[in-house]
């Protein structure tokens, strides 16, 4: 018998905690009745994920975290798990249980100056003190960095750390950790493919696997159209001022504006603020925005089934969850040209250039003119979106890898 050991310690309510969700659900009912699913939490995680069986491993180590380098994988030892299952990119360098690890993206290596700061880092993961930053991030040494990268990642690497720039040596340590000490690493679409073999030197084990999509959101039934709605952590990458400023300029044009709701994970303290705060002044001007923190699936449920459209002005996706759910559930999909946008599946959605706000003020403007071009869109995608993201396939492919990863660590 296996045990295999799923890490559920970020929130339930993020991007990297509905891939999580996903897994708990697909693996943990579809996989061999002679082995164990496992689920490492914390006591705030547990509570927000639907786990199917009480083989829970609690900890107190948070995610990026000092300890967690090494309380973890202490943990996975003593606990006689076989192989461990790490749904994010970031990696102890102490690790000897064999290791599956996700990687989503690439924008903390690509856009270093996208990255947080070390004090927003510490106050959304709850760390008592910012050292891991400073230790992770020298324990990527020259030597190490020309095994692991290639001549390009080598090159940006030194271009990336050459202002010692604490973050940017943290982030680029833990992608290292992960690519040089995985036994097996997914990535989730084929540009982020396509990215790691660019940087990294690593080319055998490795698969590239979709994401899976909770089939909740085909079985949604919409309502009159109330809003646009926007799903998105409020960090630099997803482009919220670009959002904000479309708004306004569609709202100025409009004698009925419909209202815009942006709903999800309130991200990095400083940013995140800076959205509110122009939130709050474009309420007092007159303009119906309206932020929704952390909202949970039931709450997106009820606003996907009054959304007039889905916006999603990223200015960079390694995957992007959110136009896929609303394609599932039939909502028109408008969207920048990253992530998945940039495949076939670009096809069933509303497209612009991130940085183009008047493109995206007119698409406001069209959909409250005359929505139902965009209503064919959208049932065009969810009756094909299924073709692209079957959860089935999907669940096969990541048992596949697992049991080559087994196969290959067997005692």
């Not at 903390?108 to 050292?131: C, V, Y």
């Not at 271009?159 to 290292?176: C, D, E, F, G, I």
Request: proline content about 5%.
């Amino acid at each position: 018998m296996y045990r295999i050991l799923i890490d559920a310690r970020r929130k339930v309510n993020s991007g990297i905690g509905r891939v999580t969700q996903w897994l708990v659900d697909n693996l943990g009912q579809n996989w061999p009745k002679e082995h164990e699913i496992w689920y490492l939490a914390t006591q705030d995680s547990a509570a927000n994920y639907r786990f199917y069986n009480n083989n829970i491993i609690y900890t107190e180590s948070r995610p990026f975290s000092l300890d967690e380098l090494y309380t973890i994988p202490i943990l996975l030892c003593t606990n006689n798990i076989n192989l461990y299952i790490n749904p994010q990119f970031n990696s102890s360098p102490f690790h000897i249980t064999p290791t599956i690890n996700i990687i989503h993206d690439f924008w903390a290596l690509i856009k270093p100056d996208w990255l947080p700061t070390s004090e927003d880092l510490q106050e959304r993961f709850t760390l008592e003190n910012t050292d891991i930053i400073y230790n992770m991030g020298n324990w990527l040494n020259d030597d190490l960095a020309k095994i692991i990268f290639t001549d390009f990642g080598y090159a940006e690497w030194r271009k990336a750390t050459s202002s010692n720039l604490p973050m940017a040596k943290y982030v680029w340590s833990h992608y290292a950790a992960t690519v040089l000490l995985s036994s097996h690493i997914c990535l989730i679409s084929p540009d982020t493919l396509n990215t790691f073999k660019k940087i990294f030197k690593r080319q055998s084990n490795i698969t590239m696997i979709l994401n899976g999509t909770s089939e909740r959101w085909s079985q949604l039934e919409r309502k009159k159209g109330k809003h646009f709605l926007c799903l998105s952590k409020l960090e630099k990458r997803k482009n919220l001022y670009g959002l904000l400023n479309a708004y306004v300029g569609y709202a100025n044009n409009s004698a009925e504006p419909v209202p815009l709701i942006i709903a999800g994970d309130p991200g990095y303290h400083e940013y995140a603020k800076g959205v509110r705060h122009r939130i709050s002044e474009l309420k007092s001007s007159g303009y119906n925005i309206d932020f929704k923190p952390s909202v949970s699936d039931e709450v997106i449920m009820e606003l996907y089934s009054e959304a007039i459209a889905l916006i999603y002005p990223s200015h960079f996706e390694g995957f992007g969850l959110p136009p896929i759910e609303a394609m599932f559930a039939g909502v028109p999909v408008v969207a920048s040209k990253t992530g998945l946008m940039c495949e076939d599946i670009g096809h069933f959605a509303t497209l612009f250039e991130s940085h183009d706000e008047q493109a995206l003020t007119k698409i406001m403007q069209n959909l409250t003119d005359n929505c139902e071009p965009y209503e064919r869109l959208a049932t065009l995608a969810k009756v094909n979106i299924g073709k692209v993201i079957d959860n089935e396939q999907i669940t096969l492919e990541w048992c596949k890898v697992i049991e080559n990863v087994l196969n290959r660590n067997k005692m």
